[in-house]
């Protein structure tokens, strides 16, 4: 590894839940929902956002990244895995909008302390 991560995350003890949907939605209303991923570091997220743009390339036409300092566009082809393990490890959340042909697609990985989501603490503190 030649990229030193931040450390937020463990002093933290941060983990992060992944929703993807069709529709956009704010951080407040996904910690309602069940997430699709529960993810305990931020290679995992790194990972599960990788997962999804391979899953959807074949359809994809342009990736809207958001994060807390802007916007960027990338191609399909395009991706930057330890952007966003960078991002994740510092206790920033990760938000993609896939335009494919067939509709938008919203990815989230939103970061939570074990005050905020209790139900995964154990899994978090395990794995640091
Ligand atoms: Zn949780």
Redesign the pocket.
């Known amino acids: 590894m030649s990229h030193d991560l931040p450390t937020r995350w463990v002093e933290h003890e941060l983990?992060w839940?992944a929703h993807r949907s069709e529709r956009s939605s704010s951080a407040k209303l996904r910690r309602t929902y069940d997430?699709d991923a529960?993810l305990l570091t931020p290679q995992a997220g790194a990972e599960w956002i990788a997962e999804q743009l391979t899953r959807y390339s074949a359809e994809t036409i342009a990736i809207e990244w958001r994060t807390p300092w802007g916007v960027a566009l990338d191609g399909p082809g395009v991706r930057d895995a330890a952007r966003d393990r960078h991002a994740l490890a510092a206790g920033l959340s990760v938000d993609a909008l896939i335009a494919t042909t067939t509709g938008d697609l919203h990815l989230h990985i939103d970061p939570?302390t074990p005050e905020q989501?209790p139900?995964?603490?154990s899994q978090?503190t395990f794995t640091v």
């Open positions: 983990h839940h997430p529960v939570h989501c139900h995964h603490k978090a």
